[in-house]
């Protein structure tokens, strides 16, 4: 028997062989992302798509693959599973899990049901924002051995390629990532900015570049893009057209071996690779404008727990002072990088990430220049609260766009920006 490959919707498939039917993240919750993100097309039934499986993989933390709220209700209908994630250290999502109920366990080295095996390759780049997985998974059926790979939507180095390509070996078909989500550009520019739409289309094509570059060191026998598909909701939905993210269908202009599944049980099998239901024409403009206007009203989750009238109560110095001490000690940001924080209408934080700074926080006058380099950072400050307590974690807000950065010069400082999640108490 082959495996074969049933599709949901984002990153959410089911691959079944003879001997087991794996769920892989699914997320069905709407307004992840601390309220931020909502499904476009939306999946009436999920429940009823999925059906009943043995094993659920979950590749990692971000909400739109990691959904406590969906798997508590799929095990309500049924029944517990067992969760398989990638061994990380330290296991966010592990210690997350516990947290939210759920026991998974975390896959050390391959394991073997009936003829079937999976292995979990953790991304692994030396960071501690490690996070990301792959799953190989391959069946024997005496005649050969099958192969699906799931990458989602791991952002792979060449070194993570090559270990990815050592562990699956001969590729039947491979899911991978096609484009971006993220903040940029459409947080980092203003609308009416004329680079905001040449960054977009330089974000798109980038990912587009890079899910090549995978699919060319894997050599899959069909390649599926998919995962990150989501439109952005409540105060943010003017952003949508900005943020440079593809159709899939797109990747069929340049990749003569992709296939787009059709949302909500589009297949294709390892024996035959024909698939059924599949999409060739990208989602209808006015689909997608009739979506946004549905979202459009929706508020942020900051903004259903504190009024703006409850704002001047927020002891947000006394909060921001110790958040700035943890912050610098993980720190690792080797020269001068401000980041300057409005925390009232007259006044700002003006932080230095350098922990080798003499001064790490400073509060100032809104109407104060900034010294260089610097991210300017607009934000809500109940929001902000919650970052600092950690009710909110800042890399859920940078992927949710929930807040705003000017950047000078506009230049990404990768150790800079990890230093904000680390800014809480």
């Keep these: 028997m082959s495996i074969k490959v049933k599709y949901i919707y984002s990153a959410c498939i089911v691959t079944e062989t003879r001997d087991l039917k794996i769920l892989h993240d699914p997320w069905f919750s709407e307004g992840i992302y601390d309220g931020s993100w909502y499904h476009f097309p939306k999946i009436d039934d999920p429940l009823k798509s999925i059906g009943d499986v043995d094993l659920i993989y979950v590749s990692h933390i971000h909400p739109d693959h990691y959904d406590p709220e969906f798997l508590k209700h799929y095990f309500d209908a049924f029944g517990k599973k067992r969760i398989i994630i990638a061994d990380h250290k330290p296991n966010y999502l592990a210690g997350k899990m516990r947290g939210d109920g759920f026991e998974a366990e975390i896959l050390d080295t391959a394991i073997t049901i009936g003829k079937t095996s999976i292995e979990i390759m953790p991304h692994i780049t030396g960071s501690a924002s490690d996070i990301d997985s792959a799953i190989i998974i391959k069946h024997d059926d005496d005649n050969r051995i099958h192969s699906v790979v799931n990458a989602n939507d791991i952002i792979f180095d060449e070194a993570s390629r090559l270990a990815l390509k050592k562990i699956a070996g001969n590729v039947d078909i491979l899911l991978c990532g096609y484009t971006g989500a993220g903040p940029y550009p459409q947080t980092y520019f203003d609308t009416d900015d004329s680079e905001l739409r040449l960054e977009a289309d330089r974000k798109k094509n980038s990912f587009f570049e890079r899910y090549k570059t995978l699919c060319n060191v894997i050599d899959a026998k069909v390649n599926i893009p998919f995962a990150g598909k989501y439109l952005l909701g409540g105060k943010l939905s003017n952003l949508n057209r900005y943020r440079g993210v593809a159709d899939p269908v797109e990747v069929l202009g340049f990749d003569t071996r992709a296939v787009v599944l059709a949302d909500d049980g589009g297949e294709i099998s390892t024996d035959l690779l024909s698939p059924t239901g599949i999409r060739t024409e990208s989602y209808s403009e006015t689909d997608i404008e009739d979506?946004?206007?549905?979202?459009?009203?929706?508020?942020?989750?900051?903004?259903?727990?504190?009024?703006?009238?409850?704002?001047?109560?927020?002891?947000?110095?006394?909060?921001?002072?110790?958040?700035?001490?943890?912050?610098?000690?993980?720190?690792?940001?080797?020269?001068?990088?401000?980041?300057?924080?409005?925390?009232?209408?007259?006044?700002?934080?003006?932080?230095?990430?350098?922990?080798?700074?003499?001064?790490?926080?400073?509060?100032?006058?809104?109407?104060?220049?900034?010294?260089?380099?610097?991210?300017?950072?607009?934000?809500?400050?109940?929001?902000?609260?919650?970052?600092?307590?950690?009710?909110?974690?800042?890399?859920?807000?940078?992927?949710?766009?929930?807040?705003?950065?000017?950047?000078h010069p506009n230049i990404l400082n990768r150790q800079a920006q990890s230093f904000l999640n680390f800014l809480t108490i």
């Design 291 to 407: 979506r946004i206007k549905e979202i459009s009203d929706e508020k942020m989750d900051y903004e259903r727990l504190f009024s703006e009238n409850e704002v001047h109560q927020l002891p947000l110095k006394r909060v921001l002072i110790t958040a700035i001490k943890n912050a610098v000690r993980k720190s690792a940001v080797e020269d001068d990088y401000f980041f300057w924080i409005p925390i009232s209408k007259t006044e700002a934080a003006l932080i230095n990430a350098n922990p080798n700074s003499d001064k790490s926080l400073a509060f100032c006058d809104i109407s104060e220049g900034i010294p260089m380099p610097h991210s300017r950072i607009e934000i809500d400050v109940r929001y902000l609260f919650g970052l600092l307590t950690n009710v909110y974690h800042w890399n859920n807000a940078e992927v949710g766009s929930q807040y705003f950065v000017r950047r």
